[in-house]
């Protein structure tokens, strides 16, 4: 558990903080905001497994903020990961 902590604040730190450090408030959040977050590591040349790990941080970050009434809906759960190619897979 200790690793999967740590790996989590890793991607927290290294990739979702630093994008959504603009003052985006969880309340005001939008898929938009998802979905650009996914395109800009893609565009960014990020490896397929390292970008859907980040969604799935998110995605579970929001489910807890909804299991603990701080907003509504998780808005990700409306997102789709870009396809993969053959040679990269999610």
């Known amino acids: ?3 999967a902590a ?5 991607y927290l ?4 903080l630093k994008y959504f450090d603009d003052g985006i ?3 005001n959040m939008k898929l938009r905001h998802v979905e650009n977050f996914i395109n800009k590591m893609h565009e960014q040349s990020y490896s397929p497994a390292t970008i859907k790990r980040a969604y799935n941080i998110i995605g579970s970050s929001l489910d807890y903020a909804v299991s603990h ?4 809906r998780n808005v990700a759960k409306g997102d789709t990961l870009p396809k993969a190619d053959k040679q990269e897979r999610y």
């Open 1 to 3: 558990m200790k690793r």
């Open 6 to 10: 740590e790996n989590y604040q890793i």
């Open 13 to 16: 730190d290294k990739f979702i």
């Open 25 to 27: 408030l969880l309340e």
């Open 69 to 72: 009434n701080l907003i509504v």
